[in-house]
């Protein structure tokens, strides 16, 4: 989260005040970066979660194309967009990971269970 406000103060609002236009393009990201509180709430499913993730990584190479279009970036805003975007793609695919991990230990459990939930039953009707 801490990122993702700092590319917006750094990155979004100097682009912003340089072509207004860009403001439309950056709504989905600002959507985004709200359902992203809404992910550290803890009240979101995997599905959700993922689905947010996915179109994060969408939107942070979306937002790299258009920072590709200025005229002539500054040398500073060249570095804070190889930070952010950096930071942003390993962000993204770290939580990506996490829920594929997350998603394969539940399964794994869950057959565990199966099996288990078999032995007791075969027990009992020893």
Request: hydrophobic residues 55%; charged residues 15%; proline residues 3%.
């Amino acid at each position: 989260m801490l990122k993702e406000t700092l590319s917006i103060i750094f990155l979004g609002l100097p682009l912003v005040k340089e072509a207004p236009l860009v403001l439309l393009s950056a709504l989905p990201g600002v959507v985004l970066y709200l359902l992203h509180w809404h992910l550290a709430l803890g009240r979101a499913g995997r599905v959700f979660a993922t689905t947010v993730w996915a179109f994060t990584l969408l939107d942070e190479l979306w937002g790299l194309l258009l920072f590709q279009e200025l005229d002539s970036p500054t040398r500073s805003q060249v570095r804070l967009l190889h930070w952010s975007y950096f930071l942003g793609l390993a962000f993204i695919l770290l939580a990506l990971g996490e829920l594929g991990w997350r998603w394969q230990r539940r399964q794994a459990k869950a057959r565990r269970n199966v099996h288990h939930q078999a032995l007791l039953a075969a027990r009992q009707r020893h």
